[in-house]
């Protein structure tokens, strides 16, 4: 089931980009479209865009890969915590309990 769709989320008709590289593959890649690295979002703005940056929230659990990305991009960051603990360094705008816990603080956000 669509985990977005089971929480009430209507998805922007935007692509979904996926990195198909390995974690080894990645330390020789120079694409730079695996987390943390921004190719996937300069490719979303550049075919898509513009956005509004203040809009756009990117929900992780990982601070060092999911959360760094949202920094880069200058997006809200929100970290879904689950055994990772809490890394103030990443300035996460809320740390969620669960992906319905985001998604319920977002709408609270941005009615």
Same mark, same amino acid.
């Given at each position: 089931?669509?985990?977005?769709?089971?929480?009430?989320?209507?998805?922007?008709e935007l692509p979904i980009y996926v990195c198909?590289?390995?974690?080894e593959e990645h330390k020789s890649?120079?694409?730079?479209?695996?987390?943390?690295?921004?190719?996937?979002?300069?490719?979303?703005?550049?075919?898509?865009?513009?956005?509004?940056?203040?809009?756009?929230?990117?929900?992780? +659990?990982?601070?060092?890969?999911?959360?760094? *990305? #949202?920094?880069?991009?200058?997006?809200?960051?929100?970290?879904?915590? /689950? $055994?990772?603990?809490? +890394?103030?360094?990443?300035?996460?705008?809320? *740390? #969620?309990?669960?992906?319905?816990?985001?998604?319920?603080?977002?709408? /609270? $956000?941005?009615?």
């Open positions: 089931m669509d985990i977005a769709a089971q929480y009430g989320v209507k998805k922007a198909p590289h390995s974690r890649c120079r694409h730079g479209c695996r987390k943390p690295g921004v190719a996937h979002i300069v490719r979303l703005f550049n075919e898509h865009g513009p956005f509004d940056l203040t809009r756009i929230a990117f929900i992780g +659990d990982k601070p060092d890969t999911d959360l760094e *990305v #949202a920094v880069r991009c200058g997006f809200t960051p929100i970290q879904v915590r /689950k $055994k990772i603990k809490y +890394d103030p360094d990443y300035r996460a705008a809320y *740390v #969620a309990k669960s992906l319905a816990d985001a998604i319920n603080w977002l709408e /609270k $956000k941005w009615p």
